[in-house]
């Protein structure tokens, strides 16, 4: 029975256990588990042996089940797969992959790419779009928007340019007439003065000349006034139609205006009776100051008269818009006047320095101009006349009338650039103050490309006429 328990197998391995296995009572415990053990592991470089000290043949060991949830090599699951994790697991989820996501995941979001490159530079990561600009309109001589001052002087020179008959052609016929009547006037003051030339001249004459010679600048500058303020008036209307590209002849500028002339006399009168008021006060406070003070009356005369200028500067830059607002609005003078004040508050600077600026220009130009072009006819003039001892008014009249007409034709042209500096300066106004470039826009479109009537500014936007200002 011992031998039968306690036996050998036919190989020759000594053991208690039968197939190779591990058991019974005998034999040697440690050394059937190390023979029941395959030999897998070792130290790198030495060969696995058996129980008899042979080298034994390693088997590699068996491989896990392959299942679709796990890595290869065993290395634990996978975690699990859905579209807000990077492939394979590693590191943090991606976000969502929408039109807001980078490509690949990495790093935050951006909003969706528009029109633009599609890339960084250097094949970077792609570049938000920035903003796009949009130039505002221009349909006419000015863009619609609030304007600067190149602008300005600019959008006035082109409508001058593209409507010569209704703005060089009226400012030239009406300074015409103001150089014809100062010419006529002039030729009686100068017949006058030949009473003068007597050896022994009465007071009755002189006083007759003094007086002829004051009646005739009285109104040779009532006339230049009242041509000035009708040909800014008039003017207004083809400047605000070369805005919305409208062109505008000679007939037309007269037929479109025509209706609101009695108004803009009514508003040069209303002006003419406050400066006149104004004069008079002043020079009744001088009077009474002389008589007061005497020889102190100065440190109430001077400063009297420093303020009243300044006052009379600062009146005119408020109501400078005034007659573009009565011909485009279809106000009347009281009105135009409190809407001109309400459009220059808080632009008064501006206004007096484009104003002042364009008065500068103008003044230079002509006189550059016109003052060589007066000497030389003056010269030719004078060379081909008669000389006498006593020069006849007949005579002087030829050089008069040279140097007059040489005046009003480079006066009538400034008048013109500044009638349009004036009125592109209202409708810049009220681009800031009303949104008036909606309602050019629009007119713009109601005009279309064919000739029409239409003269921006007095229709359902902004300011209501006859509404307050």
């Known amino acids: 029975m011992s031998d039968q328990v306690k036996g050998q197998p036919d190989d020759g391995t000594p053991g208690g256990a039968q197939g190779g296995v591990p058991g019974g009572h005998g034999g040697d415990d440690a050394s059937a588990r190390r023979a029941a053990v395959p ?129 060089f052609g009226i400012a030239i016929l009406l300074q015409a007439v103001v150089a014809l009547v100062t010419v006529l006037l002039l030729g009686n003051v100068l017949s006058s003065f030949e009473a003068l030339e007597a050896e022994n001249p009465t007071p009755d004459s002189i006083i007759a000349a003094a007086a002829g010679f004051g009646v005739v600048a009285t109104v040779s500058g009532v006339v230049s006034a009242a041509a000035l303020l009708v040909l800014q008036g008039i003017l207004v209307v083809p400047i605000a139609r070369a805005v919305i590209n409208q062109r505008t002849s000679f007939g037309q500028a007269w037929r479109l205006a025509r209706r609101r002339i009695l108004p803009l006399l009514g508003f040069g009168l209303l002006s003419f009776a406050a400066g006149l008021v104004g004069l008079v006060l002043v020079v009744g406070i001088s009077a009474l100051a002389v008589l ?24 005119s830059i408020k109501v400078v818009v005034a007659p573009a607002t009565l011909m485009l609005e279809g106000t009347g003078p009281w009105t135009s006047i409190k809407r001109s004040w ?73 008048y013109a650039f500044q009638a349009g500096v004036t009125s592109l300066l209202y409708v810049d106004l009220r681009i800031r103050r009303e949104g008036f470039d909606v309602v050019l826009m629009r007119e713009h479109e109601r005009a279309g490309s064919g000739p029409s009537d239409i003269v921006p500014g007095g229709t359902s936007f902004g300011h209501q006429p006859g509404a307050p200002a």
Do not use: M
């Open 292 to 315: 007061g003070l005497e020889e102190y009356s100065a440190l109430v005369i001077v400063p009297l008269v420093l303020g009243a200028v300044a006052l009379l500067v600062w009146v």
């Open 342 to 414: 309400a459009l220059t508050r808080g632009n008064w600077w501006r206004t007096f320095g484009i104003v002042l600026l364009t008065s500068i220009i103008v003044s230079i130009i002509a006189s550059v101009i016109s003052a060589p072009l007066t000497f030389a006819v003056s010269l030719i003039v004078g060379f081909g006349s008669t000389t006498s001892a006593t020069p006849d008014v007949l005579d002087s009249l030829p050089v008069l009338l040279a140097t007059q007409a040489i005046t009003a034709l480079f006066s009538a042209i400034g």
């Open 39 to 167: 030999a897998e592991w070792q130290s790198p470089g030495t060969e696995a042996q058996d129980t008899q000290g042979r080298p034994a043949q390693s088997w590699p060991s068996p491989a896990p089940p392959q299942d679709p949830s796990t890595r290869p090599g065993g290395w634990g699951p996978y975690p699990p797969q859905n579209p807000g994790v990077q492939p394979g697991g590693w590191g943090n989820p991606y976000p969502p992959q929408g039109p807001g996501a980078q490509p690949g995941g990495w790093g935050q979001g951006y909003p969706p790419r528009g029109p633009g490159p599609t890339t960084g530079p250097y094949g970077g990561r792609p570049l938000p779009p920035g903003p796009l600009y949009q130039a505002p309109p221009k349909p006419g001589v000015i863009p619609l928007r609030p304007l600067g001052l190149g602008e300005i002087l600019d959008g006035a020179f082109q409508a001058c340019r593209k409507n010569p008959l209704a703005t």
